[in-house]
């Protein structure tokens, strides 16, 4: 019996759901971290360059200054029944994806950028579109998607759901904008994201680890100058603008450490936040 | 028209006036300035259909918008709207679509505003905005977190309204068998302390009983 079991870790046709004696060599993990893991070790020269983000917003303005190129950039239309998710020339008749992604190019100026544009025209508080649109990004292996927006509608919590676990399995870490509503939305409630809320510190790179979940992490999110509809800036405050210095970060870490799962990235947030070990 | 329909008709013609439900919203939109030392305050309701969002009560400046529909594919009160964040953004006016869309129209231009979304049965149904401040710049996290819980009351209202509302439009239908009943309970309400009222009261119950022992 035990000899048609896959062995765990090797790819076998059956997921490994136990290791076998002998075969930890198989999920060997090599480049262990120093004992103590700094930003220096965790970022330090890096410009997230190799770094995938997709940005699920209100699309992303690629002749913007302040976002320089946009690598990809698709968006969720009506198609009959369903959600089609189509290229298109990137575009944000909002401004808020622009923000984003001005943010995450900010901190990491030399990761790719990509958008899926899910609110604006003919998707005027669906939440469906919101679904298809993330449900395609992860197809699309992206290491990192930011989500500065969420749903409160009930029926697509168990779908929603299903979709983050799939991200943080697949190698895709989700970060999402917390809400600070005493109200149920999601994604960001979750435990496979990364929830984000908003500290008032001036600093791009001034992060907390939140040991009273639902809100895991703290970044900047007050005041913030961000790049706008029509090339414009405007100084902004809210989670949204909060969830991207933490994507932008994540992606200075996965630009020198590519090998990264979703788990060890958060892992290193979380051992490189302001409040936590030496850095505290 | 269904049992609850009805149910929402009746109280909907007991409830009272259009004037009435908006001076709830017309007190809601002044506390909401008032909390925040704001010059303007704002509710505007989402038009899921025409993908619109509407003027339903202002406080301070910009009244002439009550009614006013503006698109909610753009703008800052339609992206949350859209998204469910609440979002703060100072000196509005930089952003040029603002400016032209809606602030044009009313001769009215804010610097800053904080804008939260109106939540109701899991569903964004409008947007709650506080605009402008000449004693402070900017709004600060606690104040976003305040005007948060402060628009749960503003939703509650404007779920109230809304659905009275609709209420009011299936009593008002024409080929409605039961809106006699409706408008029958809008009288009685008025007439209640009155003598016949009383009297009316009594004849309906005892019909009621008739009914219910066949």
């Not at chain 1, 994201?193 to 510190?201: A, K, P």
């Not at chain 2, 809106?179 to 009297?199: C, W």
């Amino acid at each position: 019996m035990a000899s048609e079991t896959p062995p765990g870790g090797g790819g076998g046709l059956l997921p490994a759901s136990s290791l076998r004696r002998g075969l930890a060599e198989d999920i060997a993990m090599r480049g262990g971290w120093p004992d103590t893991v700094d930003r220096e070790w965790a970022w330090g020269g890096s410009t997230g360059r190799g770094a995938r983000v997709c940005v699920i917003d209100s699309g992303v303005d690629p002749g913007h200054p302040a976002v320089g190129a946009v690598s990809g950039a698709w968006a969720a239309e009506p198609s009959g029944e369903s959600i089609a998710i189509v290229e298109e020339a990137a575009q944000d008749p909002v401004g808020h994806g622009t923000a984003a992604a001005g943010i995450v190019r900010s901190l990491a100026p030399e990761c790719d950028l990509y958008s899926v544009r899910v609110l604006g025209e003919g998707n005027i508080g669906t939440g469906r579109a919101l679904l298809a649109g993330l449900e395609w990004a992860i197809e699309q292996g992206f290491e990192l998607v930011n989500m500065s927006l969420a749903t409160t509608r009930r029926e697509f919590v168990a779908e929603l759901h299903r979709l983050a676990d799939a991200a943080y399995f697949n190698g895709t870490l989700l970060v999402c904008s917390a809400h600070n509503m005493i109200m149920e939305s999601y994604p960001w409630r979750f435990a496979a994201v990364v929830s984000v809320g908003s500290h008032e510190e001036p600093d791009p790179f001034t992060f907390f680890y939140n040991p009273q979940p639902p809100v895991e992490f703290y970044a900047r999110g007050v005041d913030v100058e961000v790049p706008w509809a029509d090339k414009s800036v405007i100084t902004a405050t809210g989670n949204s603008f909060a969830a991207p210095h933490i994507t932008g970060i994540a992606a200075l870490i996965l630009g020198k450490h590519p090998e990264l799962t979703p788990f060890q990235l958060k892992s290193m947030l979380y051992m490189t936040a302001a409040n936590v070990g030496a850095a505290a | 028209m269904s049992g609850d329909e009805l149910r929402a008709a009746v109280a909907a013609a007991a409830l009272g006036s259009e004037e009435l439900r908006r001076s709830l919203l017309s007190a809601i939109v002044e506390v909401a300035r008032a909390i925040l030392g704001a010059r303007a305050s704002s509710i505007v309701l989402l038009d899921e259909a025409a993908g619109e969002l509407v003027f339903e009560a202002v406080a301070g400046e910009g009244e002439s918008l009550l009614g006013t529909r503006i698109p909610a594919a753009r703008g800052i009160a339609g992206w949350v709207a859209q998204s469910g964040e609440a979002l703060a953004v100072e000196d509005v006016s930089a952003d040029p679509r603002f400016a032209r869309d809606v602030a044009e129209q009313t001769g009215y231009v804010p610097k800053g505003l904080i804008a939260v979304p109106l939540i109701a049965q899991d569903h964004v149904i409008g947007v709650l905005s506080v605009l402008d401040r000449p004693e402070q710049a900017s709004f600060s996290v606690a104040e976003s977190d305040l005007l948060s819980l402060f628009a749960i009351q503003a939703a509650a209202a404007l779920a109230l309204v809304t659905r009275t509302r609709r209420a009011q439009r299936v009593l008002e239908g024409e080929d409605e068998p039961l809106s006699a009943v409706a408008r029958l309970a809008t009288t009685l309400d008025r007439r209640a302390g009155e003598e016949n009222g009383q009297t009316a009261i009594a004849l309906l119950e005892a019909i009621e009983r008739v009914l219910r022992d066949r």
